[in-house]
């Protein structure tokens, strides 16, 4: 079956001398795995940064199911945004990004929601001429909305925020459960979308919890380079 849909480029391994093996978040089919030959010559019309994280694109393709790698016939450029050198930041940013959207991710599932979001975020990312330093915390947050465990709004006046039931309590959770209070108002921060300024460390320690939030309900997130992120919210 032939399809043409927007897509979102994620992660890809070099295969071979000259092709790749790319995920790509498209909008008809959800996320598919190319098997794509010749993207590293210089004469291949199909050009390798396409396939760089969150480059927002067209592609036409052919989808068999059960198929573990699929057919890409073209792609070409829809949104070309430009990072200078000056912003490894928003570079890192949207490696996380991508890393954390493959992980999270069922192959060949269709979610028009899900991928507004990711498209939306990439434009505001790549858009916006200072990027704001708690952009991977809060992608993190706005992303576990679409996956059924967004943090409950309820009890904000509670102390402390518990990540096995998504709430907040006023007790902390004696198997390394909960966040302690000084996190916690940061993550009530966060969820009002007010303006907050989170020190390194702790930005650090509260983004590892995030990810530990992710696994608790069901979203591995290990094996991403996530120490890349942590090493650049120094804004």
Sequence with gaps: MKYSSRAISLTYIKQGESAIISNIFTEEKGLQTFFIKGVRSKKS??????????????????????????????????????????????????????????????????????????????????GSEKTDPNFALKYLLNLSRFLGFYPSLDNLNKPFFNLLNGCFSNTIDLEDNSLEQEKSNYLKALLKNSEVIIPQKQKQELLTKLLQYYKIHHYNLDGITSHLVIQTLRK
């Design 45 to 126: 019309k199909i050009k390798l940064t396409y396939f760089e994280p969150l480059k927002l694109i067209s592609v036409d393709a052919s989808f068999i199911a059960k198929k573990p790698l699929q057919n890409l016939q073209g792609a070409s450029v829809i949104e070309p945004f430009h990072i200078g050198r000056k912003n490894i930041y928003k570079s890192f940013i949207s490696f996380f990004i991508a890393e954390v959207t493959t992980k999270v991710l069922q192959k060949n599932e269709k979610n028009s929601a899900l991928f507004n979001f990711v498209w939306q975020t990439t434009n505001s990312l790549y």
